[in-house]
């Protein structure tokens, strides 16, 4: 798919009720317009 992008959230673990967070860099088109930005995630063992 087109400008797709992926990223791990995994670093460490979080047993325990723990969380993970990320932080990540778009960087917006230069043409004026609407874009949509759609996240999704899934549970994986490892990536």
């Known amino acids: 798919m087109k400008d ?3 990223e791990c959230l995994k670093h460490g ?3 325990g009720g723990e969380s993970v967070s ?3 860099t778009f960087t ?4 004026a ?3 949509y930005i759609q ?3 899934s549970l ?3 990536c």
Do not use: L, N
Not at 28 to 31: N, Q, Y
């Open 33 to 35: 317009g609407i874009y």
């Open 44 to 46: 994986q063992y490892s």
């Open 22 to 24: 990320r932080t990540f």
């Open 39 to 41: 996240p999704t995630g």
């Open 28 to 31: 917006a088109p230069g043409a």
């Open 4 to 6: 797709q992008f992926t």
């Open 13 to 15: 673990g979080t047993y």
